[in-house]
């Protein structure tokens, strides 16, 4: 079935670093891919997310790139902050009601 | 987005009774989606909640298990049936955002405890 691979599972980084989490989609007619964030004993909230007809989107110090031949889809977090710290999950789904599949998420710790 | 509020937040129950979820939302929406996510790990999808017809169960979840009902566009409750230890977890609902694509908003979760 499909399948969302997620890596790497535990991501530590100084303040003021890039972090880079990484994942990788088995179903090829996926074309809507979302990034989420959920902090310790919270939802899961949607920060960013990008479709299969654009190669990278930016949101101030957050952005995503996807590559379709490769499967494969990134996010990237600039100038890492403490709050920054929580637990993200990739996901893909196709439109039109199909499911959505969740990678095992990266939990991100951004030392002061 | 949607406002999504669930009941209750948290219970503690005892292995074999039943526990139900309620899910409201503040909108209309065509799809609600129901999530397990056990201590640390990822989000599974439970069950899509189909208004005016039966749930449609993913592998390894049945009906008998986790009922669900959704009787309106804005409402939907989820039951643990006959609960074991196994079944303590956060359950999670979701709604779509309605663009055609997947953008899913949770609510906040019910943090079940079986003993």
């Known amino acids: 079935g499909e399948n969302v691979e997620q890596h790497p599972s535990t991501l530590s980084v100084q303040e003021g670093d890039s972090a880079v989490i990484k994942c990788t989609y088995s179903?090829?007619?996926?074309?809507?891919f979302p990034w989420y964030k959920q902090e310790l004993g919270k939802r899961p909230q949607l920060i960013i997310d990008?479709?299969?007809?654009?190669g990278e989107k930016k949101d101030q110090r957050i952005a995503v790139t996807l590559n379709k031949t490769a499967k494969h889809f990134s996010l990237h977090i600039t100038e890492t902050q403490p709050e920054d710290s929580a637990v993200y999950f990739c996901?893909?789904?196709?439109?039109?009601?199909?499911?959505?599949?969740f990678g095992a998420g990266t939990r991100l710790f951004v030392k002061a | 987005s949607a406002v999504i509020s669930q009941k209750p937040s948290r219970d503690i129950c005892q292995r074999g009774t039943s526990l139900t979820i309620q899910c409201q939302v503040d909108?209309?929406?065509?799809?609600m989606f129901w999530y397990r996510q056990q201590p640390g790990q990822s989000l599974t999808l439970i069950a899509t909640?189909?208004?005016?017809?039966?749930?449609?169960?993913e592998s390894g979840f049945v009906i008998d298990k986790f009922p669900i009902s959704r009787p309106n566009l804005t409402f939907s409750t989820l039951t643990v049936s006959n609960m074991s230890p196994e079944d303590s977890s956060i359950y999670l609902c979701?709604?779509?955002?309605?663009?055609?694509?997947?953008?899913?908003?949770f609510g906040p979760g019910t943090r079940l405890t079986v003993l």
């Open positions: 990008i479709r299969s007809n654009v």
């Open positions: 996901a893909a789904s196709r439109s039109g009601g199909f499911k959505t599949i």
């Open positions: 179903d090829s007619a996926s074309n809507y």
């Open positions: 909108s209309q929406v065509t799809m």
């Open positions: 979701s709604v779509a955002g309605g663009t055609g694509y997947n953008e899913q908003f």
């Open positions: 909640a189909n208004q005016g017809s039966e749930a449609t169960y």
